[in-house]
């Protein structure tokens, strides 16, 4: 079945740490790929998408994520994180010719001081 | 500031109640989403909209129902239909549906709950 899968419910790293968070899909060709943050109580913001091109790429705040077709996975990382961190992240996808965007069921990120 | 608004943010709502939620957007785009979002389940879509005065079903839409009379307005009906309705409500937008992809741009949520 066509899913995306975010493996990791909550995630809890010390303030300055390095940050990985994990997104696999399982789509017959490549989708359109993406990273937003939610803060609590609110919208969703986009930190990074990928369409083509170079496998990594770079986001707002500081993030980053890398495609590796060959794991089907679009992996988010932050070599420092902030204690603004902490919020939700999904991970979304956009099948290839479809319009659906699919989520992920979220990481709740925690960060320590 | 162009962007998307909702509202009411909090909305409480006796079993039996039809609620309306708003959700207006300025960026000029023409397709628009209605997302519930539950713990632990990410984001599910309700209703979609491509262009004024169509829209179509998603994953979630018993219970619910919703109209596209202009491009900047796309509320929300919950009908009494819909089981358990208690859930944040996310609206959004994108420049359009197309086959070349834009990202969806997010209002802040609604937060219904019954009582």
């Known amino acids: 079945a066509q899913s995306v899968t975010q493996p990791d419910i909550h995630i809890t790293v010390s303030e300055g740490a390095s940050l990985e968070l994990r997104c696999n899909y399982s789509?017959?060709?490549?989708?359109?790929l993406f990273w937003y943050v939610q803060s609590p109580g609110q919208g969703l913001q986009l930190l990074l998408k990928?369409?083509?091109?170079?496998?990594l790429v770079q986001g707002i705040k500081g993030f980053e994520a890398e495609f590796k077709r060959s794991q089907s996975s679009f992996n988010l990382r932050k070599p420092s994180v902030h204690w603004s961190d902490a919020a939700e992240y999904f991970c979304?996808?956009?099948?290839?010719?479809?319009?659906?965007?699919?989520f992920g069921a979220g990481t709740r990120l925690t960060v320590k001081p | 500031d162009g962007g998307i608004t909702q509202s009411p943010k909090y909305l409480f709502r006796k079993e039996g109640q039809n609620v309306t939620l708003s959700c207006e957007q300025n960026?000029?785009?023409?397709?628009m989403y209605w997302y519930r979002q539950d713990p632990g389940q990410g984001l599910r879509l309700i209703y979609y909209?491509?262009?004024?005065?169509?829209?179509q079903k998603g994953d979630i839409a018993e219970g619910y129902s919703v109209s596209r009379e202009k491009k900047e307005s796309f509320p929300l009906t919950v009908t009494s239909a819909q089981k358990n309705p208690t859930a944040f409500y996310l609206c959004?937008?994108?420049?359009?549906?197309?086959?070349?992809?834009?990202?969806?741009?997010f209002g802040p949520g609604t937060r219904l709950t019954v009582l």
């Open positions: 909209s491509q262009i004024v005065n169509d829209f």
């Open positions: 959004a937008s994108s420049i359009d549906p197309g086959p070349s992809y834009n990202e969806q741009f």
């Open positions: 990928y369409f083509s091109g170079d496998t």
């Open positions: 960026l000029n785009h023409d397709a």
């Open positions: 979304a996808v956009v099948p290839y010719n479809n319009n659906d965007m699919r």
């Open positions: 789509y017959g060709a490549t989708p359109y």
